[in-house]
């Protein structure tokens, strides 16, 4: 399939799988520091498949690097992107109630264009990190009596807080913050005695992936720094040694010459007396 669209763009979640391949490839001794190394520069430097391919064809599992177009989602828009994740229809779930308990929605679910919610004496977490979403806008109604609602959203989603606090209160420090172009947006509203409603932008589980692969990417950059710089220093060290030794043979060429001279003028004055 790679051959047929040699072309076609990779997405940091290809350059992601071949890494891994790279990564268990090293740790089983199949490749050493050096080419790993060589080979990870070269996957985040990949623009599409055709320049992925190459790079694990000679290690196991390497014909499953790169994904296929079938990857790619009917509606046209790529795995992961938010014009695939507004989805339409109902909602998976569109209610919540905690009495003197909890309740969660979290993971892979559809959230409704407009989620009610009810915690007494408890709490309850709405995440829409790994969520579908049934409209391009969405409500989520909380009513907090002396108990909590935590939502958690995306970066890329647009937030407004509408609900009213009495003795308690809502969240608004995630207001303000534009979303990507396409996301959806999510309006907070509700009433809060006692209580209160927050709200919290966190990574997805595939962003914390992406930020700790950029940060060994950065360390692996600066060993590779650090050990030029090594070599550089030892290469410095051989050429001023290599100039000390040439100092050493012209000193000791002309200490020769002298005494090559004194001896060759002594056996004349020797001769010339004889």
């Not at 507004?86 to 998976?92: L, T, Y």
């Not at 969405?138 to 935590?150: L, R, S």
């Not at 970066?155 to 606090?165: F, L, M, S």
């Not at 927050?198 to 992936?209: D, F, M, N, S």
């Amino acid at each position: 399939m790679t051959d047929e669209l040699p072309e076609l763009r990779a997405s940091d979640a290809d350059r992601e799988r071949v890494a891994e391949i790279l990564r268990d490839a090293l740790a089983e001794g199949r490749l050493d520091m050096e080419e790993f190394e060589e080979r990870l520069d070269a996957t985040y430097k990949a623009r599409t498949y055709g320049d992925l391919a190459p790079i694990t064809r000679d290690l196991p599992a390497g014909d499953m690097a790169v994904p296929k177009v079938d990857m790619v989602k009917k509606s046209g828009a790529a795995e992961g992107s938010w014009g695939g994740r507004i989805v339409g229809g109902e909602g998976s779930s569109t209610w919540g109630v905690a009495v003197m308990s909890g309740f969660q929605r979290k993971g892979r679910w559809t959230a409704p264009k407009r989620f009610n919610c009810f915690a007494f004496w408890g709490g309850g977490e709405i995440d829409l990190r790994d969520a579908d979403f049934a409209d391009r806008e969405i409500e989520i109604n909380c009513v907090a009596i002396m108990g909590g609602v935590e939502v958690i959203v995306p970066p890329g989603v647009e937030v407004v807080v509408r609900g009213i606090g009495i003795m308690g209160g809502f969240d608004h420090r995630e207001e303000g913050v534009p979303g990507d172009p396409g996301g959806p947006r999510v309006i907070v509203t509700g009433f809060a005695f006692w209580g209160g409603v927050g709200v919290e932008r966190k990574l997805t589980r595939a962003q914390k992936h992406e930020l700790r692969e950029e940060r060994r990417r950065e360390k692996l950059e600066r060993r590779a720094e650090r050990r030029e710089l090594r070599s550089s220093a030892r290469e410095e060290q051989y050429e001023a040694h290599l100039g000390m030794l040439d100092e050493h043979r012209e000193m000791w060429r002309h200490v020769h010459d002298e005494r090559g001279d004194r001896w060759e003028k002594r056996r004349r004055r020797e001769r010339d007396e004889g």
